[in-house]
């Protein structure tokens, strides 16, 4: 089975703060993403990467940033926490065959 | 960009009655179109999918039909089950290769099984 795995289920934070959210997948996935989802909103898309240390911007990256130095890990930073980024924020990743597999998310609260 | 829209928003239902839920898309060139389920406190998961060579897919109570002139889509659940409450998502993609595997996610419907 395809695992996604997430840091923290839960994370509160400063206004200001620096804050790291990680994401690994076990199959060898070329694709990862960051969603942030919200009621009414659904799922939006923050950013992307297809290939190890390659990124592409989402619909939504303002105030955010990624890293993906090894294929089975892709990281979302928040460079400096708002109140407007309290969320929760779901990492995915898929194989060229197109199907994304979600991780168990983060809710972050950011006070 | 691609736009997914779906309704309805939310959606309640009596136990063994079915439920459908309708999608519309904006980019003819999507071509790949998954539904996602929802349960409180986890991760969405993968419940059908259909690329646009394939008009329907079953798969037990779960139906997927597309139709690509009128750019929509639906999620068909026969004799529902009170597990079965969950939000569903839709979303679109272009299938294959580099930023193609974009997903839009619609705004998800609340489907609530009453027993």
């Known amino acids: 089975d395809v695992k996604v795995t997430q840091s923290s289920r839960y994370l509160v934070k400063r206004t200001g703060e620096k804050v790291f959210l990680e994401c690994v997948q076990d199959?060898?996935?070329?694709?990862m993403f960051w969603y942030r989802q919200d009621p009414g909103l659904g799922l939006r898309l923050i950013y992307f990467?297809?290939?190890?240390?390659?990124?592409e911007k989402g619909d939504i990256p303002e105030g955010y940033s990624v890293s993906r130095e090894k294929k089975e890990r892709f990281s979302l930073i928040l460079e400096s926490a708002s109140t407007n980024q309290t969320s929760m924020y779901l990492c995915?990743?898929?194989?060229?065959?197109?199907?994304?597999?979600f991780g168990p998310g983060t809710r972050l609260l950011v006070l | 960009g691609e736009n997914v829209e779906q309704h309805p928003s939310t959606l309640s239902v009596q136990e063994g009655d079915s439920a459908v839920i309708k999608c519309t898309y904006s980019?003819?060139?999507?071509?790949?179109f998954p539904w996602y389920k929802q349960e409180l406190g986890k991760g969405p998961q993968l419940i059908i999918d259909?690329?646009?060579?394939?008009g329907e897919k079953k798969d037990q109570r779960i139906a997927v039909t597309l139709n690509k002139t009128a750019k929509h889509f639906s999620l068909h659940i026969t004799e529902t089950q009170p597990e079965d409450s969950a939000v569903y998502f839709c979303?679109?993609?272009?299938?294959?290769?580099?930023?193609?595997?974009?997903?839009?996610f619609g705004k998800g419907t609340l489907l609530t099984v009453n027993p």
């Open positions: 995915a990743s898929s194989s060229s065959l197109e199907t994304q597999y």
């Open positions: 199959m060898d996935h070329e694709n």
């Open positions: 990467s297809y290939d190890v240390k390659m990124k």
């Open positions: 980019d003819s060139a999507s071509n790949y």
């Open positions: 259909i690329r646009s060579n394939v």
């Open positions: 979303a679109a993609s272009k299938g294959s290769g580099g930023s193609n595997y974009k997903l839009t």
